[in-house]
Nanobody, 126 residues
């Protein structure tokens, strides 16, 4: 499965962005999906995840209430709606896929994922 993240850009604090992750070469319908981000000089950090059924989601405390993950299994895509962006949200954002056998609470680290997209840059100016 190949993942392609898109939708990044340069915005001002308080603005919104919607990132998308499209899959090809296979279906992500049976994968739990996650979003991560990595700022310069920092480790890749968990942003949130969504179960393969689309019913359950989880978020890092830093984005809870501002970011929303959704998926459209018919289109083989997941989205990350980001509202109320802050300068500290500036990072390269990655989507990733993990096997459905794992529960969301076990999918907080990059090592839990088997497929990764190439990332899309989000820059939030103050």
């Amino acid at each position: 499965v190949q993942l392609q993240a898109s939708g990044g850009g340069v915005v001002q604090a308080g603005d919104s962005l919607r990132l998308s992750c499209a899959a090809s070469g296979g279906t992500i319908n049976t994968y739990n999906m996650g979003w991560f981000r990595q700022a310069p000089g920092k480790e890749r950090e968990y942003v949130g995840g969504i179960r393969w059924t689309g019913v359950n989601t989880a978020y890092a405390n830093s984005v809870k209430g501002r970011f929303t993950i959704s998926r459209d299994n018919a289109k083989n895509t997941i989205d990350l709606q980001m509202n109320g962006l802050k300068p500290e949200d500036t990072a390269v954002y990655y989507c990733a896929a993990a096997t459905k056998a794992k529960i969301l609470s076990s999918l907080l680290t990059p090592e839990a994922y088997v497929y990764w997209g190439q990332g899309t840059q989000v820059t939030v100016s103050s």
